[in-house]
């Protein structure tokens, strides 16, 4: 009898990973390991629910689903994250199919030669699948293409399989489909982001709900019970959730953001100095988010060069393009070009094409740009016309004016880390004379609520978790609050 979760659901799961080219057995090894030290999630559950609240027993209902079905839950999210990555690349994989058809290479060769790409993963799964059914299942390379399209039907990686299934059934020119192809991508490209700015606006106010009406709420229940600190808190506790949320709906980022220990630093100081400190509870919290700050401030960094970098990028498409029009190859025109970047990025690329003649390695926070500089080293041995590169320059200025727009209509979120620490400042003071609970703790409550809508608000308008400007004036604001009297 079936009773394990990757037993029950295994068709499910399988038709999740053949779209992945995730292993069954690799995820059921997984969900046994998980199983196993499963006992001390529960163990550890029991301990916070009698220690800290008894609330904390519902949180086993959670746990045990979660663990039930991680091979479901894992799977379905492994393809999502999967479709959301080929949405991003796609409208570049188009483009280079398109290039490689006007000399007459095929989809497979074309998605090996990308699979080479560090930065690109979409060409490398797909060029494995493709050469798993036709070397393993023995499908010919037609209905190996015509497999991948039909498991590829949602998103936009199945246009351009649709462009070269279309080509060899009815004999249409590859060129010319793939052309409407690349036009389609970019219009439903454009969409995505339309439709992810309806959805972050319902999900606000759902995190309006949670953040600030249900923590008012339990402020007013004071009058008539004892809320203790810890059930005021308990809203906090949906925040993972809410960045999970975000996370699923949401484009895929461009950011490639390179986390380390060492930045993390600050907040361990930070830690130990206000444990070490003879001071009051609310100089200790100040100390603590002072190394958060500090620590964020130091992944932010390679936000603005992604950004930067990105800007960059259409000048940078459009001046190589100039030069190759007078003679010079894709490493001869870099070896020209004047654009620079305050990072010395560019700068870099610029000095080994000089020195090696060759386009030079890069790893920069910003997955487009680092896409971009792989191209030009197939550009530059296959050969390719300074049209490629202006169509190119074309097509990512849509896309950023795409972002840019979307940006600005987020925004306006910006108001809500405004919002949420004034109102619970002006309802503790309301409520300040009758609640139990002092000026400091208060404060501490006020801050802890701002600085978590910040982050969110950071990953919903901002595409990441660590948008400093947004967690800087989540953190101030309280911070000042607490300075003023409650006069009401």
């Given at each position: 009898?079936?009773?394990?979760?990757?037993?029950?659901?295994?068709?499910?799961?399988?038709?999740?990973?053949e779209y992945t080219g995730d292993d069954f057995n690799d995820i059921?090894?997984?969900?046994?390991?998980?199983?196993?030290?499963?006992?001390?999630?529960?163990?550890?559950?029991?301990?916070?629910?009698?220690?800290?609240?008894?609330?904390?027993?519902?949180?086993?209902?959670?746990?045990?689903?979660?663990?039930?079905?991680?091979?479901?839950?894992?799977?379905?999210?492994?393809?999502?994250?999967?479709r959301k990555v080929t949405n991003l690349e796609s409208p570049l994989?188009?483009?280079?199919?398109?290039?490689?058809?006007?000399?007459?290479?095929?989809?497979?060769?074309?998605?090996?030669?990308?699979?080479?790409?560090?930065?690109?993963?979409?060409?490398?799964?797909?060029?494995?699948?493709?050469?798993?059914?036709?070397?393993?299942?023995?499908?010919?390379?037609?209905?190996?293409?015509?497999?991948?399209?039909?498991?590829?039907?949602?998103?936009?990686?199945?246009?351009?399989?649709?462009?070269?299934?279309?080509?060899?059934?009815?004999?249409?020119?590859?060129?010319?489909?793939?052309?409407?192809?690349?036009?389609?991508?970019?219009?439903?490209?454009?969409?995505?982001?339309?439709?992810?700015?309806?959805?972050?606006?319902?999900?606000?106010?759902?995190?309006?709900?949670?953040?600030?009406?249900?923590?008012?709420?339990?402020?007013?229940?004071?009058?008539?019970?004892?809320?203790?600190?810890?059930?005021?808190?308990?809203?906090?506790?949906?925040?993972?959730?809410?960045?999970?949320?975000?996370?699923?709906?949401?484009?895929?980022?461009?950011?490639?953001?390179?986390?380390?220990?060492?930045?993390?630093?600050?907040?361990?100081?930070?830690?130990?100095?206000?444990?070490?400190?003879?001071?009051?509870?609310?100089?200790?919290?100040?100390?603590?988010?002072?190394?958060?700050?500090?620590?964020?401030?130091?992944?932010?960094?390679?936000?603005?060069?992604?950004?930067?970098?990105?800007?960059?990028?259409?000048?940078?498409?459009?001046?190589?393009?100039?030069?190759?029009?007078?003679?010079?190859?894709?490493?001869?025109?870099?070896?020209?070009?004047?654009?620079?970047?305050?990072?010395?990025?560019?700068?870099?690329?610029?000095?080994?094409?000089?020195?090696?003649?060759?386009?030079?390695?890069?790893?920069?926070?910003?997955?487009?740009?680092?896409?971009?500089?792989?191209?030009?080293?197939?550009?530059?041995?296959?050969?390719?016309?300074?049209?490629?590169?202006?169509?190119?320059?074309?097509?990512?200025?849509?896309?950023?004016?795409?972002?840019?727009?979307?940006?600005?209509?987020?925004?306006?979120?910006?108001?809500?880390?405004?919002?949420?620490?004034?109102?619970?400042?002006?309802?503790?003071?309301?409520?300040?004379?009758?609640?139990?609970?002092?000026?400091?703790?208060?404060?501490?409550?006020?801050?802890?609520?701002?600085?978590?809508?910040?982050?969110?608000?950071?990953?919903?308008?901002?595409?990441?978790?660590?948008?400093?400007?947004?967690?800087?004036?989540?953190?101030?604001?309280?911070?000042?609050?607490?300075?003023?009297?409650?006069?009401?």
């Amino acid at each position: 009898m079936k009773i394990l979760a990757c037993d029950i659901f295994q068709d499910k799961i399988k038709s999740y990973i053949e779209y992945t080219g995730d292993d069954f057995n690799d995820i059921r090894k997984k969900y046994i390991q998980l199983l196993m030290f499963s006992p001390i999630g529960v163990a550890l559950i029991l301990l916070m629910s009698f220690t800290i609240s008894r609330f904390l027993l519902f949180s086993l209902i959670g746990y045990g689903i979660i663990v039930y079905f991680f091979p479901v839950i894992y799977s379905w999210s492994k393809k999502e994250e999967y479709r959301k990555v080929t949405n991003l690349e796609s409208p570049l994989i188009s483009l280079v199919c398109y290039v490689n058809s006007l000399i007459d290479k095929s989809l497979i060769t074309t998605m090996e030669d990308l699979s080479k790409l560090k930065h690109l993963k979409t060409p490398s799964i797909e060029s494995q699948m493709l050469k798993k059914t036709i070397n393993i299942l023995n499908y010919s390379s037609y209905k190996s293409i015509q497999r991948r399209e039909s498991l590829h039907r949602g998103d936009l990686m199945g246009k351009i399989y649709s462009a070269y299934m279309v080509s060899m059934d009815m004999g249409v020119s590859l060129k010319d489909r793939l052309r409407e192809a690349m036009k389609e991508i970019l219009s439903l490209y454009k969409e995505d982001y339309r439709n992810y700015v309806n959805k972050a606006t319902e999900l606000s106010e759902v995190i309006f709900s949670i953040f600030l009406l249900l923590p008012i709420v339990l402020i007013g229940f004071q009058f008539t019970f004892k809320v203790s600190l810890f059930e005021l808190l308990l809203p906090l506790s949906f925040a993972p959730l809410i960045v999970f949320l975000i996370s699923i709906m949401q484009p895929n980022s461009d950011y490639d953001i390179n986390m380390n220990w060492k930045q993390f630093i600050p907040v361990i100081l930070s830690f130990v100095v206000a444990l070490l400190l003879n001071v009051n509870l609310s100089i200790r919290f100040l100390i603590i988010v002072s190394g958060i700050l500090v620590s964020v401030y130091l992944i932010y960094r390679q936000v603005r060069i992604a950004n930067q970098l990105v800007k960059l990028l259409p000048d940078l498409l459009r001046e190589v393009a100039d030069y190759m029009k007078i003679g010079y190859s894709i490493t001869g025109s870099l070896s020209k070009i004047r654009i620079r970047d305050k990072f010395g990025v560019v700068e870099n690329i610029v000095k080994k094409s000089v020195l090696e003649g060759e386009v030079g390695e890069v790893k920069t926070p910003s997955k487009l740009f680092n896409n971009i500089i792989e191209l030009f080293k197939i550009f530059n041995k296959s050969g390719t016309s300074y049209n490629v590169l202006e169509e190119l320059a074309g097509t990512l200025n849509e896309i950023m004016l795409v972002q840019d727009s979307m940006t600005k209509q987020l925004r306006l979120f910006d108001a809500m880390v405004i919002l949420t620490p004034v109102m619970l400042w002006i309802t503790f003071s309301i409520l300040g004379n009758i609640s139990s609970d002092s000026a400091t703790l208060s404060g501490i409550v006020v801050l802890l609520y701002s600085v978590t809508t910040s982050f969110i608000f950071s990953k919903l308008s901002r595409f990441t978790l660590f948008y400093f400007p947004t967690i800087l004036m989540g953190t101030l604001i309280p911070l000042i609050l607490s300075f003023i009297p409650h006069v009401f």
